[in-house]
């Protein structure tokens, strides 16, 4: 079974960059597509940016321009640089199969995210 580990969070002020990591252990990602989720509410996380195995990328447009998502297939990680980061972007991230711009990939258990929080 694949685990998710996200890492990378912290405490930033609005304007500064993050960069984000996921590791798979249990298994791989498969060549299937991957993406980075926020929580934004108790019981739904949006989607923000999903990559597939070859490397084409998808936004959401809350994030287009500012966030870039990557992956690893060799190592088995994906990563989110986050540039411009906002009060608006504070959440917990997670990383998972993509569901959602377009994309119905294959869903691993969730990990335990990390979380980001941008000071104004």
């Known amino acids: 079974q694949v685990h998710l580990v996200e890492s990378g969070g912290g405490l930033v002020q609005a304007g500064e960059s993050l960069r984000l990591s996921c590791a798979a252990s249990?298994?791989?990602?498969?060549?299937?597509?991957m993406g980075w989720y926020r929580q934004v509410s108790e019981n739904q996380r949006e989607l923000l940016a999903a990559v597939r195995s070859g490397g084409v990328t998808r936004y959401a447009n809350s994030v287009r321009g500012r966030f870039t998502i990557s992956r690893d297939n060799v190592k088995n990680e994906v990563y989110l640089q986050m540039n411009n980061l906002k009060p608006e972007d504070s959440a917990a991230y997670y990383c998972?199969?993509?569901?959602?711009?377009?994309?119905?990939?294959?869903?691993?258990?969730w990990g335990q995210g990390t979380q980001v929080t941008v000071s104004s």
């Open positions: 998972n199969g993509a569901r959602g711009l377009g994309y119905n990939g294959n869903m691993f258990s």
């Open positions: 249990g298994g791989t990602f498969g060549s299937g597509p």
